[in-house]
């Protein structure tokens, strides 16, 4: 049987995805800052007019890149599901950590994780404001339910602080190697583990912390 050839919406939704996979690579072993439009369309293969063609510009594509990267760990789609659930503020969370578990549990690798890590720990000035307007969404969301939770408005200082101690472990186990996290905690064998443990673990220890914030005056 012949194969038919690609189509033309075909063929620029492969030369789109090719150019987004090439970029998350190049970003992530160098930087927003070192990367060029030519070396990305070379190692995709595209003509060099490609990047804007497709994104509009480099930047575009930094932009397009951080999004694919975030919701190579979890999607956009899961958050907005869950905001739109009719639950207690205090099963949100838990639905929100179980998200962050399973994206711990596979152990995703690959660019998203090397280019998330690079940019949060060392952002680059592309980076950094790309990397806040791609997450904010998702900070916003818990800090409606962390505001629920303690009975205390989406921006006082104390909701801020206590997202922080929530996602941050989430965050080291996340993008911090296996090898050193193992090497550090040798009985620790996050693969192995039971999900719901590590759910109820996370979760046990932010409703604790949020209950001591609901306390305070």
Known sequence: MATKD?????QKSGARARLLEAAGQVFA??????????EIAERAGVNAAGVNYHF????????????AA????????????IAARPEPPEQKLRALIRLVVGAIRQGKA????RLLGREVTAPSPIGLSLLVSTVRPRVR??????????GRPEDDPEVALACISIVAPLQLLLIADRKIVHGLHPAL?????????????????????????????
Do not use: N, Y
């Open 29 to 38: 072993e160098q930087g927003f800052e070192a990367a060029t439009g030519k």
């Open 110 to 113: 690959g660019w998203a994780l």
């Open 6 to 10: 690609p189509t033309p919406d075909e």
């Open 141 to 150: 969301l818990l800090r409606s339910l962390v505001g629920q939770i303690v």
């Open 189 to 217: 064998d996050l693969p192995s583990m039971d999900e719901e443990a590590l759910v109820e673990h996370f979760h046990g220890f932010a409703m604790a912390g949020l209950a001591r914030i609901a306390r305070r005056e």
């Open 56 to 67: 509009g510009s480099l930047e575009g594509l930094c932009a397009a890149v951080l999004a």
């Open 70 to 81: 975030r919701d190579r760990l979890v999607a956009s789609e899961a958050f907005a599901e």
